[in-house]
Structure formats: structure tokens, C-alpha cells
T-cell receptor, first 115, second 112 residues
Framework: AQKVTQAQTEISVVEKEDVTLDCVYE???????LFWYKQPPSGELVFLIR??????QNEISGRYSWNFQKSTSSFNFTITASQVVDSAVYFC????????????FGSGTKLNVKP | DSGVTQTPKHLITATGQRVTLRCSPR?????VYWYQQSLDQGLQFLIQ???????AKGNILERFSAQQFPDLHSELNLSSLELGDSALYFC???????????FGPGTRLLVL
């Protein structure tokens, strides 16, 4: 079974629309970390956020916000007022207590923001 | 710029050959991780080194090996290359095991 599921393979929006990228994870550990990374067309992976399992407070950073809900094992990412530069593949990842070194990545969601 | 450097950026080689990918972690980071990103397998964790020692192993083939040197740079060796080894290979680094991993720009390997 996939530890991290990103069910949305590809999403297309028009600039200035809000968009939410879904991430559902699976773990038996009580201590774990969740991450979001962005991979623009240039190919590099850019770190966006890290959240530990004991911190369910939602986080906002500019136009980005994250909603962590342990009850539904989800860590969703919302971009408000999307811009063309947001076009990228976004990955959600999980690392577990028994081996924090090992990251499990979702399959990624490709976001296309059209002008 | 994450501070992680990888060389070369692109590599084209033939089946059966051997190549070495190099990674320099961010200053101060002791952990180095290697990942393979291919179209069909997505992002796969290969192996991790911490301060010169192997710490964790993922889906790394026996034809692949890695090491971390005293200056903390790391090399990933890929041998007996097959067409299916064509992929983007990322290196990442972190301060320690519980810290965020910062990724390098990747090495794009094409096996013909």
C-alpha cells in the first residue's frame, strides 16, 4: 500500500484561482513528519514546509497554506490566487519515527496555471 | 539555490557502462541521501549516509553503490547500466536524521 497518496495527477486552473492539492498518508507511528516539495519545470526540488505529527495547527505562508488533519490522515496544500509561476509538480512526503531518514514521496500532482 | 551541488548535470552513456555521480552537501550537513526519479517509479529513496557511514537503504539495486567521503561529499556509482536506469538522480542533504532534506538540482542520466 502507498504510504503517501496524491490522488490528483494533474490540475489545471486559470491564474488568480485558488487551488488545493490533496495528500493522504498512512502510518502507524505516532511521531512522524510531513513535507511538501515543489518541482518546477527546471527540475530541482524545492522544500516548502515540514510539519511534525504533534502540531496540527494550520500554517500560512503568503499565498500558501497547509491544512493538517490527523483524523483524516491528510495534509492538504492550498495556493490562493494562483500565478503562472506556481506551475510545477508538487510532492507530498512522509518520514516515520522508526526511520526518519527514509522519505516516502507521493506520486506528485502537476499543477498547470494558465494566464 | 539549496546549497547542494551535483555534477554532472547531464550524462549520456551506453548500456553496460559505469558512471559516477557526485554530490556536495550544504555546508554543515552531515547526512546525504540519494534518490532516483523516473517516469514510471516516481521518486524513490536509494540510500543515505551520515558522516561517512551508511544509515539507511531503500530500493537500491545491487549494481548501484554509494559512499560518503571524509569531506562529506558523496558519490553514487551506477554500473552495468541498463536502459531502465535512465532517470533523474537527486542528492539531498540534512543536518541530521530528523531534519529537513534539501535537494540538489539533480543529474539527468540517459542510457542509450
Amino acid at each position: 500500500a502507498q504510504k503517501v497518496t496524491q490522488a490528483q495527477t494533474e490540475i489545471s486552473v486559470v491564474e488568480k484561482e485558488d487551488v488545493t492539492l490533496d495528500c493522504v498518508y498512512e502510518t502507524r507511528d505516532t511521531t512522524y513528519y510531513l513535507f511538501w516539495y515543489k518541482q518546477p519545470p527546471s527540475g530541482e526540488l524545492v522544500f516548502l514546509i515540514r510539519r511534525n505529527s504533534f502540531d496540527e495547527q494550520n500554517e500560512i505562508s503568503g499565498r500558501y497554506s497547509w491544512n493538517f488533519q490527523k483524523s483524516t490522515s491528510s495534509f492538504n496544500f492550498t495556493i490562493t490566487a494562483s500565478q503562472v509561476v506556481d506551475s510545477a509538480v508538487y510532492f507530498c512526503a512522509l518520514s516515520e519515527e522508526y526511520n526518519f531518514n527514509k522519505f516516502y514521496f507521493g506520486s506528485g500532482t502537476k499543477l498547470n496555471v494558465k494566464p | 539555490d539549496s546549497g547542494v551541488t551535483q555534477t554532472p548535470k547531464h550524462l549520456i552513456t551506453a548500456t553496460g557502462q559505469r558512471v559516477t555521480l557526485r554530490c556536495s552537501p550544504r555546508s554543515g550537513d552531515l547526512s546525504v541521501y540519494w534518490y532516483q526519479q523516473s517516469l514510471d517509479q516516481g521518486l524513490q529513496f536509494l540510500i543515505q549516509y551520515y558522516n561517512g557511514e551508511e544509515r539507511a537503504k531503500g530500493n537500491i539495486l545491487e549494481r548501484f553503490s554509494a559512499q560518503q567521503f571524509p569531506d562529506l561529499h558523496s558519490e553514487l556509482n551506477l554500473s552495468s547500466l541498463e536502459l531502465g536506469d535512465s532517470a533523474l538522480y537527486f542528492c539531498a542533504s540534512s543536518v541530521d536524521k530528523q531534519e529537513t532534506q534539501y535537494f540538489g538540482p539533480g543529474t539527468r542520466l540517459l542510457v542509450l
